[in-house]
């Protein structure tokens, strides 16, 4: 099994950008296809962004769209997600998570592995 860390979160004013970082140990990356989860205060864990094994495909939801950036680095076993243009409807604790089995699932009862999650808070 592989074991996921994020890093990176913190406090930003509106327009600002944050780079999350989610190392994984225990498994090599390459077997999972990895995305990034968020879930504000009282509501329910949404998908924010997937992406592939090899890195060559990325889906995302419609509200970070062109905003976001999913990206992973396989050599080094981190999965990234840049963000740009946040608003303060971007607050949320973020979660990276990894499953065995398809592209595009993005149900958070299809992942396997979460990390602890990270805090953005997005001042305005």
């Known amino acids: 099994q592989v074991q996921l860390q994020e890093s990176g979160g913190g406090l930003v004013q509106a327009g600002g950008s944050l780079r999350l970082s989610c190392a994984a140990s225990?498994?090599?990356?390459?077997?999972?296809?990895m995305a990034w989860f968020r879930q504000a205060p009282g509501k329910e864990r949404d998908f924010v962004a997937i992406?592939?094994?090899?890195?060559?495909?990325?889906y995302y939801a419609d509200s970070v769209k062109g905003r976001f950036t999913i990206s992973r680095d396989n050599a080094e076993n981190t999965v990234y997600l840049q963000m740009n243009s946040l608003k303060p409807e971007d607050t949320a604790v973020y979660y990276c998570?990894?499953?065995?089995?398809?592209?595009?699932?993005?149900?958070?009862?299809?992942?396997?592995?979460w990390g602890q999650g990270t805090q953005v808070t997005v001042s305005s």
């Open positions: 992406v592939s094994w090899s890195g060559g495909s990325t």
């Open positions: 225990g498994r090599t990356l390459s077997s999972y296809v």
């Open positions: 998570a990894a499953q065995r089995r398809t592209f595009g699932t993005t149900s958070p009862m299809q992942y396997d592995y």
